[in-house]
């Protein structure tokens, strides 16, 4: 029979925020006695961009055309900690219990899985033995980037977003119609209640049938070999359609609110894949006269502004504390063997010296399927090369 592992986390769902540790158990069993070099305990999180691309080029009046292939990539590591739990020996048959702890630098993107690429984490167990195959066992990780939108001032202020033309039919023309959305702050929290303003000066000889309000997300693929592309993909994660009609020559004005989804936060740092949030209106005209759109770019986080919450933006979540979920081993069957693995901390000034944020609430992580909202969109916008 061969080596089984099996892991037990803290957290039964295995989603963890960045900033934070994370401990647990990795039960070893054997069936014989084996000779190993040592024993490794790895936390590895890292991204892939990968997408491949035909070329074709020749001359076609001869019908000689020739094809060739690009393969685009690139690979990131956000974090790569190792401890050895045992050291050279013999392995006794019997149950092995390695204990560990990490910690998730703060710096980490959040878990993504996407058409061209991911980023994933996982904690590795790895066999070193002479003279054999390596035995390695794995257990994927959900990391939430946590966000805190309070250490950006910029994402206080609100934004707006105003546009104005003249719709058409053919070679009809009518008079002007002028909108304008507004959000009283560029930042939220994952789950909150969006607030929103819009206002309509419908000047024309059509009437306004109602808008639509989508939440996109725009991903960016950065591969860097062999030469420097990017790939983006867009995708509607929350939509609401208003038939609220705006008729000829009238003025409306909407005060309303939109439920955000439980999504991963924005990514603000400079990785190979980044992604950001749009909330985009569109007038609905109807008939040939066309709509017209304007996109307003939001940040998303895991902690709400202050501003936003006295305001009464209301938080979808309630707060989680990571607890211990493993269970007893049975005391029946072969021999247990307890060992403590040395916890794999970072101690760089940034990590130990960084500011606390102010003592309130915080949302849940997302489940990994929340995580991997991508995986399954709404629809499919557009893909761009």
């Not at 504390?321 to 901390?345: A, E, F, K, N, R």
Request: glycine share 4%; proline share 7%.
């Amino acid at each position: 029979m061969p080596i089984t592992c099996e892991f037990q986390l803290n957290n039964q769902r295995a989603t963890y925020f960045t900033g934070k540790t994370f401990a647990g158990s990795i039960i070893l069993t054997t069936t014989s006695d084996k000779d190993i070099r040592n024993i490794r305990i790895r936390f590895l999180g890292k991204a892939k961009v990968y997408w491949n691309n035909t070329r074709l080029y020749g001359r076609f009046i001869s019908s000689i055309i020739a094809s060739e292939n690009y393969a685009y990539k690139c690979e990131e590591t956000y974090v790569h900690q190792q401890v050895i739990a045992r050291g050279k020996g013999t392995l006794l048959t019997g149950c092995h219990v390695f204990n560990f702890l990490f910690r998730i630098p703060k710096s980490c993107p959040s878990s993504h899985i996407g058409k061209y690429g991911e980023i994933s984490y996982e904690l590795l167990l790895t066999v070193d033995r002479p003279q054999h195959t390596n035995n390695i066992f794995s257990k994927l990780l959900t990391v939430a980037r946590r966000v805190n939108l309070n250490s950006f001032p910029e994402l206080k202020s609100p934004v707006s977003a105003e546009e104005s033309y003249y719709p058409t039919c053919f070679t009809l023309a009518s008079g002007k119609i002028s909108f304008e959305f507004t959000l009283p702050f560029r930042g939220f929290a994952s789950g909150q209640i969006l607030p929103y303003s819009l206002q309509i000066s419908n000047q024309s000889m059509i009437d306004i049938s109602g808008y639509k309000l989508e939440l996109v997300e725009a991903i960016t693929y950065i591969a860097k070999h062999p030469y420097y592309k990017e790939r983006k993909k867009r995708w509607v994660l929350a939509k609401a359609v208003f038939m609220d009609p705006c008729l000829r020559l009238t003025n409306r004005q909407f005060n309303r609110s939109l439920q955000l989804p439980s999504i991963a936060p924005s990514c603000r740092n400079q990785c190979i894949i980044q992604w950001q949030h749009l909330l985009e209106l569109k007038i609905i005209a109807g008939g040939c006269f066309g709509n017209k759109s304007v996109a307003i770019p939001i940040v998303i986080g895991s902690v709400p502004l202050i501003e936003s919450v006295q305001e009464g933006c209301q938080e979808n979540a309630t707060p989680t504390t990571l607890h211990s979920t493993l269970q007893p081993i049975s005391p029946t069957g072969p021999p247990v063997y307890m060992m403590d693995v040395p916890s794999c901390l970072p101690h760089s000034p940034e990590e130990n010296n960084a500011s606390h944020p102010p003592l309130y609430e915080e949302l849940t992580p997302p489940s990994f399927d929340e995580a991997m909202i991508t995986l399954f969109p709404v629809r499919s916008l557009e893909e761009m090369d």
